[in-house]
């Protein structure tokens, strides 16, 4: 019988297209104990049943994730958030109502079902419900709650393509559902939906501005200490302050790097493209959106490319401007020019 668990299997990796056979094999999968990596709106996810304790540890291994590191899990629908926490407050449910699905994870007071591989030995929980046909497709078809940590080794950026993924975990997983390019690009917001007002965890691609809105009230945010980041580029990241001169700033420490005989590349807006002259430039978009849709892919890129040092464009803490600037922080180890 195929298993992939044992450290030393090798498997062949194939990425299926996304057909109604194709995802009750994947489900057949989940169910047998293994694992399966399938498209979600944020970012790829790393499949294995949440109340299977053993599959869950098959996670650990695959990503080499420290095993103090919680897990999200995802159900297919709203009632189903109730078969995995013990309550659920009434901001909670204002969050669930306006936001689920979509690239939103609120922290609860978890149920006896979720085993403690799942939540690193704590007394909550984190859920979701993705807003992806497939991934809510594999999950009802599983019959159980999914944990879906991004489907890459932790030393690799985020996927955002079934290609990614292959980068990553090919050989050690046997089934990669292909949904195309992530929508979103980054990861789920966070709240820990237990305190009043709720604390965001962590910015994502639901905006702080889209949940004050919801609940009528202001919300903490508890930035992520950069220094514990988890996947780190090859390339050196910098991350430029926002200001007018921005660019500027750049173009100084781009030109600094080159001088000391090394390579790097800048990542803007499209529209700030002629600001950096003939310099090497990734553009990444139009907008704030379209920043987080593509910044994990093009460091990728700029990884594949041998680039010694990365240059990211600042941005506007508003909108998913405050998740880029979480993330950003975070991939430079808070080094901002």
């Given at each position: 019988?195929?298993?992939?668990?044992?450290?030393?299997?090798?498997?062949?990796?194939?990425?299926?297209?996304?057909?109604?056979?194709?995802?009750?094999?994947?489900?057949?999968?989940?169910?047998?104990?293994?694992?399966?990596?399938?498209?979600?709106?944020?970012?790829?996810?790393?499949?294995?049943?949440?109340?299977?304790?053993q599959a869950v540890k098959k996670i650990y291994d695959?990503?080499?994730?420290?095993?103090?590191?919680?897990?999200?899990?995802?159900?297919?629908?709203?009632?189903?958030?109730?078969?995995?926490?013990?309550?659920?407050?009434?901001?909670?449910?204002?969050?669930?109502?306006?936001?689920?699905?979509?690239?939103?994870?609120?922290?609860?007071n978890r149920?006896?079902?979720?085993?403690?591989?799942?939540?690193?030995?704590?007394s909550s929980v984190a859920v979701r419900i993705p807003d992806n046909p497939v991934a809510i497709k594999l999950i009802e078809l599983a019959g159980a709650p999914v944990v879906v940590p991004s489907a890459n080794t932790a030393d690799k950026a985020s996927p955002t393509l079934a290609a990614h993924v292959k980068d990553d975990l090919d050989g050690k997983i046997q089934y990669i559902l292909d949904g195309g390019?992530?929508?979103?690009?980054?990861?789920?917001?966070?709240?820990?939906?237990?305190?009043?007002?709720?604390?965001?965890?962590?910015?994502?691609?639901?905006?702080?501005?889209?949940?004050k809105k919801a609940i009528g009230e202001d919300v903490k945010l508890v930035r992520e200490d950069a220094r514990l980041s988890g996947y780190m580029p090859n390339a050196e990241v910098l991350f430029s302050a926002y200001f007018d001169g921005m660019t500027g700033n750049i173009c100084t420490r781009y030109d600094?790097?080159?001088?000391?005989?090394?390579?790097?590349?800048?990542?803007?807006?499209?529209?700030?493209?002629?600001?950096?002259?003939?310099?090497n430039v990734f553009t990444v978009g139009k907008d704030y959106a379209e920043y987080a849709h593509n910044l994990f892919a093009l460091l990728r890129k700029a990884d594949g490319e041998h680039y010694d040092a990365v240059i990211a464009e600042g941005v506007n803490p508003?909108?998913?401007?405050?998740a880029l600037i979480a993330r950003l922080i975070k991939l430079s180890g808070g080094l901002i020019i």
């Open positions: 019988m195929f298993a992939q668990h044992a450290k030393d299997d090798i498997v062949e990796t194939e990425i299926l297209k996304p057909t109604d056979m194709n995802i009750m094999r994947c489900a057949s999968r989940l169910k047998a104990g293994e694992l399966v990596a399938f498209p979600t709106e944020t970012v790829y996810a790393l499949g294995a049943i949440a109340t299977d304790a695959v990503k080499k994730r420290p095993t103090d590191k919680a897990l999200i899990v995802a159900v297919a629908k709203k009632s189903d958030i109730k078969k995995v926490v013990r309550s659920i407050p009434p901001k909670a449910q204002i969050l669930i109502d306006k936001f689920m699905p979509g690239a939103l994870t609120l922290v609860l149920a006896d079902v979720i085993p403690d591989e799942v939540t690193a030995g704590s390019a992530s929508k979103i690009g980054i990861e789920s917001t966070i709240i820990d939906a237990r305190n009043d007002p709720p604390t965001v965890l962590r910015a994502g691609g639901v905006t702080i501005e889209q949940i600094s790097i080159v001088s000391q005989g090394k390579t790097a590349v800048i990542i803007c807006l499209d529209g700030n493209r002629k600001g950096y002259g003939e310099r508003d909108g998913l401007g405050e």
